[in-house]
């Protein structure tokens, strides 16, 4: 496959940036370009929604900590390098969860009647325990099965880089948990990225007056130790 073309006065502005270390006018510049040197979660969204740049020193600081890392050389190479046959982004959400919450086997997680707790359990068994225990009625395994107090919690999350396309497929998938499965547990949707910033948009329209639970991963902790009271 073809490189991408990067000019001379483009590869000179990228190195002037990088040697005085301007974090801010560095991502700045580097998400003008077709292709951003690292793949992130956070780009698109940058991309997206100029403001978060500066609403976002930590996670602008550690993509150019990044940068600084791999170098002119390495960073240009990353940008002029030719598309991908197929691109991923694999989910980070689970690795935030077992950073922030307790997490236990499916034993210890029935018999807990006090606090917050997550079920740590493979896919099928997570799965089973949903729709055998708590009768929910789906057909793949949940982003998270929490027990908050006597409460069980099941729910979908989703970090929306763009709107339309396979991203609105996503939501629409993570809705339907969220305001159609039944059983003996809540149902919420944990929801971050472009759609908190674009209120116009038809994915925002559908959460904007409804009565499910949906809001940041931020917030799920005080949805959850409420519900644990």
């Known amino acids: 496959m073809t490189p991408r073309a990067l000019s001379k006065k483009a590869r000179e502005e990228i190195r002037s940036l990088l040697e005085r270390r301007k974090d801010a006018a560095l991502v700045r510049y580097l998400l003008t370009l077709k292709r951003f040197p690292l793949k992130d979660s956070y780009v698109s969204f940058l991309r997206s929604y100029e403001p978060a740049i500066v609403n976002n020193p ?3 600081s550690r993509l150019c900590n990044n940068l600084y890392k791999m170098g002119f050389n390495k960073v240009v190479a990353a940008i002029t390098a030719p598309p991908e046959a197929n691109q991923r982004r694999g989910p980070q959400f689970r690795n935030w969860l077992k950073n922030n919450f307790k997490f236990a086997p499916i034993d210890k997680f029935k018999a ?3 606090g917050v707790l997550f079920l740590d359990a493979s896919e099928k068994e997570t799965l089973d325990f949903a729709n055998k225990y708590l009768n929910i009625g789906i057909n793949k395994r949940p982003d998270f099965l929490a027990k908050a107090g006597r409460e069980y919690v099941i729910g979908e999350a989703k970090f929306l880089t763009a709107l ?6 996503g939501f629409e998938d993570a809705l339907k948990l969220a305001t ?3 059983g003996k547990a809540f149902k919420a949707f944990v929801l971050d990225g472009v759609i908190w910033v674009s209120p116009g948009s038809q994915d925002y329209k559908q959460i904007e007056y409804t009565n ?3 809001f940041s991963a931020l917030l799920l902790g005080v949805f959850l130790r409420n519900l644990a009271r």
């Open 58 to 60: 930590q996670t602008v």
């Open 112 to 114: 807990v009647s006090t």
């Open 164 to 169: 339309g396309g396979n991203q609105s497929r």
């Open 180 to 182: 159609k499965a039944t």
């Open 212 to 214: 499910i639970n949906v």
